[in-house]
């Protein structure tokens, strides 16, 4: 196993960029299940996340040439556009929902609210999205990778270690680092 797990990410990227239909379908095979899961814990809903994961591969589709591996790891950057694909699913059902309540009696519009955000915390949800991104791409290449990799890829310290071939110490020593920096660039968009 390579040093680096998202090389092969980085260059089915790269050779999507030059239109490469195969290697989105082999993206889409090594990611699909992640970036899915993804978007049903933020849309809670089967049909919608897979609504969002294909919108969000057309996005990869075209937006490919504009990943800068410098600012974020493949899956952390493939994460943001499926949050933010998930994100306007929710508002626009969050304002699908609106017009339907406006013809409801105010009596009862409180009866029947739904769980699903306001846009004002999906938008709010949206500019965390940003700031998280912003703040990644200011930590060591090290520490961004595994704090990715624990948080995007759900991998515990041990998985890590093992993954990355690294001392376990070392491993937990870059996340607290990376997230105690994430912490602080954080707080300035608070």
Same mark, same amino acid.
């Given at each position: 196993?390579?040093?680096?797990?998202?090389?092969? &990410? =980085? *260059?089915?990227? $790269?050779?999507? #960029? !030059?239109?490469?239909?195969?290697?989105?379908?082999?993206?889409?095979?090594?990611?699909?299940?992640?970036?899915?899961?993804?978007?049903?814990?933020?849309?809670?809903?089967?049909?919608?996340?897979?609504?969002?994961?294909?919108?969000?591969?057309?996005?990869?589709?075209?937006?490919?040439?504009?990943?800068?591996?410098?600012?974020?790891?493949?899956?952390?950057?493939?994460?943001?556009?499926?949050?933010?694909?998930?994100?306007?699913?929710?508002?626009?059902?969050?304002?699908?929902?609106?017009? &339907? =309540? *406006?013809?409801? $009696?105010?009596? #009862? !519009?409180?009866?029947?609210?739904?769980?699903?955000?306001?846009?004002?915390?999906?938008?709010?949800?949206?500019?965390?999205?940003?700031?998280?991104?912003?703040?990644?791409?200011?930590?060591?290449?090290?520490?961004?990778?595994?704090?990715?990799?624990?948080?995007?890829?759900?991998?515990?310290?041990?998985?890590?270690?093992?993954?990355?071939?690294?001392?376990?110490?070392?491993?937990?020593?870059?996340?607290?680092?990376?997230?105690?920096?994430?912490?602080?660039?954080?707080?300035?968009?608070?």
């Amino acid at each position: 196993m390579s040093l680096n797990p998202d090389s092969e &990410l =980085m *260059n089915l990227l $790269d050779r999507i #960029a !030059a239109q490469d239909d195969s290697a989105l379908r082999k993206l889409y095979e090594r990611t699909s299940s992640q970036l899915f899961g993804l978007a049903l814990r933020i849309v809670r809903n089967r049909d919608a996340a897979e609504d969002v994961l294909q919108e969000s591969f057309l996005s990869i589709w075209r937006g490919a040439g504009n990943y800068r591996a410098s600012l974020s790891p493949p899956m952390a950057w493939m994460g943001l556009i499926v949050r933010s694909r998930a994100l306007d699913a929710l508002r626009k059902r969050t304002t699908d929902r609106a017009d &339907l =309540m *406006n013809d409801i $009696d105010d009596e #009862a !519009a409180p009866a029947l609210e739904g769980d699903a955000p306001n846009p004002m915390d999906a938008a709010d949800a949206s500019q965390q999205a940003f700031a998280l991104h912003h703040c990644l791409g200011k930590l060591d290449n090290k520490q961004r990778e595994v704090v990715s990799l624990a948080y995007l890829r759900d991998l515990s310290h041990g998985e890590l270690s093992e993954q990355l071939k690294l001392p376990l110490g070392t491993v937990k020593t870059w996340i607290r680092r990376g997230l105690e920096q994430l912490r602080g660039c954080m707080s300035r968009y608070a």
